[in-house]
């Protein structure tokens, strides 16, 4: 069984050429009820004990393979992309990524 994220829940919606919608998330496969990161932790925790596949925006790119290309990017539950997603998001040829639910 799978589920969200004790920390926050986070959604990243790419919006391709074509009109789709590719949606990511950092669901866990071994969701924690407390999330066992302490202030100042990596993200090694959400691997390792949460079995996450990886954050949002990582997921997203990760389905949308070669459709990411030209695509949006809309993150939503969280205030920022962290360096790693960023170098996922635009090295796969994302346009722009942008806070809040596509239009």
């Not at 069984?1 to 919006?15: D, E, I, N, R, Y």
């Not at 969701?31 to 925006?57: F, L, M, W």
Request: proline share 5%.
């Amino acid at each position: 069984m799978s589920g969200p994220c004790a920390k926050v829940t986070t959604t990243c919606t790419l919006v391709t050429i074509e009109g789709e919608r590719i949606i990511g998330t950092n669901w866990c496969a071994t969701p924690q009820e407390v999330c066992p990161r302490k202030p100042g932790d990596d993200y090694t925790a959400c691997k390792t004990i949460c079995n996450q596949a990886g954050h949002a925006e990582e997921v997203a790119v990760l389905l949308a393979g070669h459709n990411a290309h030209g695509a949006r990017a809309f993150l939503e539950g969280h205030t920022y992309a962290c360096m790693a997603c960023q170098h996922a998001l635009f090295g796969a040829g994302v346009e722009s990524l942008s806070l809040g639910a596509p239009r």
